[in-house]
C-alpha cells in the first residue's frame, strides 16, 4: 500500500467482521472457470440491456460510468443490472404482495440462473453478467453476499444499532464496491478497506435520502438506538415533521456518512488509472445527495433529494482535479497502476 493511503486508513469496531468478509470472498478467488462466451449480437443485445437497466435507474451511477473504457463501461453496468435483478426481486410492489416464502423461491431461482457456470441466454442480464464475471474474474462470494444482502429485505425491516446496519450495508453495497473494483482493477488486498467504506457510505446515503420512501414501503432503516438517543421514534418518522430533534439527528448521520466518505478517498489511488475518476465521480455524485438533504432543511418525508444534471457537469471538472491531486499525494513507492 502506497504510505498515502496506510497512514490514512482507519478501521471502526464496526468495520473488523465486515472486512472479514471480504477477505475471505476475496480469497476465494480460484481459476476462472467460467466458459468463454462467444461474442456476436446476442451478447452485444445483452450488454446493451444492461446500459438500459442502469440508465433507467441511476442516473449518478450511469454519469459516472461513462468514463471507463468501453469493455469496463460495459461490465459495470452488467454488473449494476445484475444487482438491481436481485434487489427488484424482494422490492418490487408485487413483492411486497407476495409471501414471503415465494419471494424467497424467485430469489433463489435468480441465484441459480445468474450464478449458474454456463449462463442463461434467455436472461440478458444473466448473459452479460457472466460475460463481466469471466473476463474479470470477480469472486463468486462476493455475489452470493449480495444476494444474502437483499434477502435480508424479506425478514428484517428494523435494524436495533448502527453496527446491525452496517452488516446490511455490506451485503447490498460494499459488496457492489468489491465487485467493481475487480472490474475497475486494483493494487491488491490493501484497497479492500477503502471500497469497504465507499460501499457503506453510499448506502447510508441512500438511506437518509429514502427515508420517506422507505417508511411508505413499511421499512426504517435508520438505526433505533440512535433514533432514542435524539428522543425520536417510530411515531416521529411516521408524521415526517422536522422539528430541531430531526434536524440534531440527521446532522449527526451526515457527519458520520461523510467521515466514511473522507476515509474512502485515499483508496482512489489504489486503483487503475483508467478508473479513478469514474470511482471518483461515484463517489462525490452521491456525497453531493448529503447536500442536499441540508439545502432542504434536512425534509426527507416529502421530497427525494437529488443533484440536477447540471449540478453533476459542474462538479465533474473538480472531482477529476482531486483525483489526480490524490494520487500526487500518494508517497513514492505507491502503486502506478
Not at 472457470?33 to 451478447?43: M, V
Not at 448529503?290 to 473538480?318: N, Q, T
Request: with cysteine.
Amino acid at each position: 500500500m502506497s504510505k498515502g493511503a496506510l497512514m490514512a486508513l482507519k478501521v471502526h469496531d464496526w468495520e473488523r467482521p465486515l472486512l472479514s468478509l471480504a477477505y475471505e470472498a476475496g480469497r476465494a478467488c480460484g481459476p476462472d472457470l467460467l466458459p468463454t462466451i462467444r461474442h456476436g449480437k446476442e451478447l452485444d443485445s445483452a450488454y446493451d440491456f444492461c446500459e438500459a437497466v442502469t440508465a433507467a435507474n441511476s442516473k449518478s451511477f450511469f454519469t459516472a460510468s461513462r468514463f471507463l473504457p468501453r469493455e469496463k463501461r460495459r461490465s459495470v453496468r452488467a454488473l449494476y443490472a445484475f444487482c438491481r435483478k436481485s434487489d427488484d426481486i424482494v422490492d418490487s410492489p408485487s413483492a411486497g404482495r407476495r409471501d414471503p416464502e415465494a419471494v424467497r423461491v424467485a430469489l433463489d431461482s435468480w441465484r441459480t440462473r445468474a450464478l449458474i457456470q454456463v449462463a442463461d441466454r434467455r436472461d440478458p442480464v444473466a448473459l452479460a453478467w457472466s460475460d463481466a464475471r469471466r473476463r474479470y474474474g470477480i469472486p463468486h462470494l462476493y455475489a452470493e453476499q449480495l444476494i444474502q444482502g437483499v434477502a435480508r429485505d424479506i425478514t428484517f425491516s428494523r435494524y436495533e444499532t448502527f453496527e446491525d446496519l452496517t452488516a446490511y450495508c455490506y451485503g447490498v453495497a460494499a459488496t457492489v464496491g468489491l465487485m467493481s473494483m475487480h472490474i475497475i482493477g486494483f493494487s491488491g488486498a490493501e484497497a479492500i478497506p477503502f471500497a469497504l467504506k465507499l460501499g457503506v457510505a453510499l448506502q447510508l446515503t441512500n438511506i437518509l435520502r429514502d427515508v420517506g420512501e422507505d417508511w411508505r414501503e413499511g421499512r426504517l432503516y435508520l438505526p433505533l438506538e440512535e433514533l432514542r438517543r435524539y428522543d425520536l421514534c417510530e411515531e416521529d418518522i411516521e408524521a415526517g415533521a422536522v422539528d430541531d430533534r430531526w434536524r440534531a439527528f440527521m446532522q449527526f448521520q451526515i457527519g458520520r456518512t461523510r467521515q466514511l466518505y473522507q476515509e474512502a478517498w485515499p483508496g482512489i489511488a489504489l486503483l487503475h488509472s483508467d478508473g479513478r475518476f469514474a470511482i471518483g465521480a461515484a463517489a462525490e455524485l452521491y456525497r453531493a445527495i448529503l447536500a442536499d438533504i441540508e439545502a432542504h432543511d434536512y425534509d426527507v418525508f416529502s421530497r427525494r433529494a437529488h443533484v440536477s444534471l447540471f449540478g453533476k457537469l459542474r462538479r465533474l471538472p473538480l472531482i477529476w482535479w482531486q483525483c489526480k491531486r490524490e494520487v500526487g499525494q500518494s508517497a513514492n513507492g505507491g502503486p502506478n497502476l
